[in-house]
């Protein structure tokens, strides 16, 4: 048998376009190359799609699109199974057995590049149409996990204007500080911690660049936790528990944007430092949020731990980063488990549930 094509999908149209191109990254240079032979196929900014046949050093980098790039696109009717390049007016089809969407926030984890390699039918990694819009928008999610009798924060989710008569009206039991966040961002974009009520209209807005339904949550008290998870159903494998130290403010998953300021403020310890008692309740805990959101394959599950050690939810990244900081690969990574097993595991589990 030959070796297995997998379309690489990196970019994107989201705030999260750069992060992608380092995921992406990883995953590209950790792929077994006995078994899978990568596509590469770049989604620019203004949602144009690339086949890119150059050095892999120029995708992190975010030079990709300079040269060696061959418009492609994907096709609908699921015979064809694969994308038609166009080149010196001559047309030719490339066959994909599978996808891997390393694709983070908008039209990435919220169903939408899903729904269209469903009607390709071509097998993809990660969660499905419905549990990746679920898990993408935090309003449906904390209400499904809720119904799971799992904790959640206290919320309220608002669209479009608000005045300030109706702000004060549905903040009544809330106590500060609150986070202000886009519903369906993505990482820490848009996303204030409020300490006070002056503040609130401007983070409110802050939060609607990023998205039309923003939400308010309680501040909970502890710190935060996560979980990587790789399976589907009741074969899941978990990685160590991390642990996020915040020294000041909130914790921004991106931290290495913040290094040559001095701006940096948690360090992540994985293992997490924590009985192991208490692990093992965050792991139960990350896994029945897991299954509650019909995830499959991939998936990051964010909680917080209360001082009298309750899990409370947090979010789910139904395709968590890959980059040289991200904490998926190295929870994994401390469970024994490198990129490379990863990326097999999770194509291998999207070609099965394909059929």
Not at 10 to 30: C, M, P, W
Not at 31 to 45: F, M, T
Not at 191 to 209: D, G, H, M, P
Not at 253 to 265: A, V
Request: aromatic share 6%.
């Amino acid at each position: 048998m030959g070796k297995i094509t997998v379309g690489v999908l990196f970019g994107g149209q989201s705030s999260e376009h750069k992060v992608s191109l380092k995921s992406a990254y990883t995953i590209i240079t950790n792929l077994d190359r006995e078994n899978y032979e990568p596509v590469l196929i770049g989604i620019a900014e203004d949602g144009k799609w690339k086949l890119y046949e150059g050095p892999l050093e120029a995708i992190p980098q975010d030079t990709w699109e300079q040269s060696d790039c061959t418009p492609v696109m994907l096709l609908p009717d699921p015979s064809q199974h694969g994308l038609l390049k166009t080149a010196g007016g001559v047309s030719e089809k490339l066959h994909l057995d599978v996808v891997f969407p390393v694709l983070h926030g908008k039209n990435g984890e919220d169903g939408k590049i899903q729904s269209l390699l469903e009607l390709a039918g071509i097998p993809y990694v990660g969660c499905g149409v419905l549990s990746s819009a679920m898990c993408m928008d935090k309003d449906v999610s904390h209400r499904v996990v809720k119904e799971a009798g799992i904790r959640v924060p206290a919320s309220i989710a608002l669209t479009g204007a608000i005045s300030e008569e109706q702000l004060a009206k549905v903040m009544t039991g809330f106590n500060y500080p609150v986070f202000v966040k886009p519903v369906s961002g993505g990482s820490s974009y848009g996303v204030t911690k409020v300490e006070e009520k002056s503040k609130l209209v401007a983070a409110i807005r802050e939060a609607q660049k990023y998205d039309t339904k923003i939400g308010i949550e309680e501040g909970i008290d502890g710190c935060e936790v996560g979980c990587s998870i790789l399976g589907h159903g009741d074969d899941l494998t978990v990685g160590e528990v991390d642990q996020i130290v915040v020294t000041n403010g909130y914790f921004h998953i991106h931290q290495d944007m913040f290094k040559k300021t001095g701006l940096e403020n948690a360090s992540i310890h994985v293992p997490a430092q924590l009985p192991q008692a208490v692990q093992e309740k965050i792991k139960d805990t990350a896994k029945a949020i897991f299954r509650a959101l019909c995830c499959t394959g991939i998936a990051r599950v964010d909680l917080f731990l209360t001082p009298d050690n309750e899990v409370v939810f947090n979010e789910v990244n139904t395709m968590p980063g890959f980059t040289s900081y991200s904490r998926y690969p190295r929870m994994m990574e401390a469970a024994g488990i490198s990129v490379t097993e990863i990326t097999d595991h999770a194509i291998q589990l999207a070609l099965e549930n394909a059929n």
